[in-house]
T-cell receptor, first 115, second 111 residues
Framework: GAGVSQSPSNKVTEKGKDVELRCDPISGHTALYWYRQSLGQGLEFLIYFQGNSAPDKSGLPSDRFSAERTGGSVSTLTIQRTQQEDSAVYLC?????????????FGPGTRLTVL | GNSVTQMEGPVTLSEEAFLTINCTYTATGYPSLFWYVQYPGEGLQLLLKATKADDKGSNKGFEATYRKETTSFHLEKGSVQVSDSAVYFCALMGSYQKVTFGIGTKLQVIP
């Protein structure tokens, strides 16, 4: 079946602009995660959605970052007033449930470059 | 908080050499442990996992054993191939389903 998809695959923007990144999880997966992969810093957890529950936003680096998940499926990560340090690959993952034993399936990522 | 420490690369090996990538962790409770792999130009994918102490995860000739006494989950392979060249991430899932990743270790296998 189809895997996790993300769009756009690449985004170049100017400092100060807002950007929206989209994630389509695997159909039927209830858990959805956003991560950021920065050069030399590994993977950083940003936010976690489980079904219709309130998301765990504890990983968001600043209030310029927000995310929503509509209808328990598609998710959008929004970065307002982008800064150069926001440049990274943003990864989305989904898993069937929120059990700690579940595998997370990752999308190909969106490479964001802020000029 | 939780943390994962893994050796920084790059690691360069000749084909058929033995591979060990060390991973240690700090966590409360009983986390699940994972190794993910990212091949050049591809997304992250699960390589193997272990969900409780003394479990051994294995896949594609790779193995890792969940050692609670040493808080480690070292990745091993007896004979690496050029096609194993990738970045390998150790990770744990602790409370509230938060996943913490290591920094990633780049492996380069030369013929």
């Amino acid at each position: 079946g189809a895997g996790v998809s993300q769009s756009p695959s690449n985004k170049v923007t100017e400092k100060g602009k807002d950007v929206e990144l989209r994630c389509d999880p695997i159909s039927g997966h209830t858990a959805l995660y956003w991560y950021r992969q920065s050069l030399g810093q590994g993977l950083e957890f940003l936010i976690y959605f489980q079904g219709n529950s309130a998301p765990d936003k504890s990983g968001l680096p600043s209030d310029r970052f927000s995310a929503e998940r509509t209808g328990g499926s598609v998710s959008t990560l929004t970065i307002q007033r982008t800064q150069q340090e926001d440049s990274a690959v943003y990864l989305c993952a989904s898993s069937p449930t929120d059990r700690g034993t579940d595998t997370q399936y990752f999308g190909p990522g969106t490479r964001l470059t802020v000029l | 908080g939780n943390s994962v420490t893994q050796m920084e690369g790059p690691v360069t090996l000749s084909e058929e050499a033995f591979l060990t990538i060390n991973c240690t962790y700090t966590a409360t409770g009983y986390p699940s442990l994972f190794w993910y792999v990212q091949y050049p130009g591809e997304g992250l994918q699960l390589l193997l996992k272990a969900t409780k102490a003394d479990d051994k995860g294995s896949n594609k000739g790779f193995e890792a054993t969940y050692r609670k006494e040493t808080t480690s989950f070292h990745l091993e392979k007896g004979s690496v191939q050029v096609s194993d060249s990738a970045v390998y991430f150790c990770a744990l899932m602790g409370s509230y389903q938060k996943v913490t990743f290591g920094i990633g270790t780049k492996l380069q296998v030369i013929p």
